[in-house]
């Protein structure tokens, strides 16, 4: 076999494949009262979703190496903060 005809092959069985991914069980889906035929779209997989709360821990204080400071607003613990300190500004984390 020359290395043309094995890129060929190569070729039309990654074709071959391509195309019964895209066939198939995929094309014939349960619509409720007997087998249809058609696309299968997104609407038919996707289960509808409610929004979901997730509670965030935070807290008041920003800790600097400086100074430890109130914050106007809780901010999420362990995340970036800063204090004014005479001579600039210190970064620390919230507490």
Not at 34 to 52: F, I, L, M
């Amino acid at each position: 076999m020359t290395p043309k005809s094995l890129k060929v092959l190569l070729a039309a069985s990654a074709l071959v494949v391509g195309a019964l991914a895209f066939s198939g069980p995929a094309d014939a889906y349960y619509g409720g009262c007997g087998w249809r035929r058609g696309p299968v779209v997104a609407s038919d997989y996707v289960a509808p979703t409610t929004p979901v709360a997730v509670a965030v821990a935070s807290g008041n204080y920003c800790a600097t190496p400086a100074r430890t400071c109130l914050l106007q607003e809780p901010g999420v613990l362990a995340t970036g903060c800063s204090c004014h300190i005479p001579g600039g500004i210190a970064r620390g984390l919230v507490e």
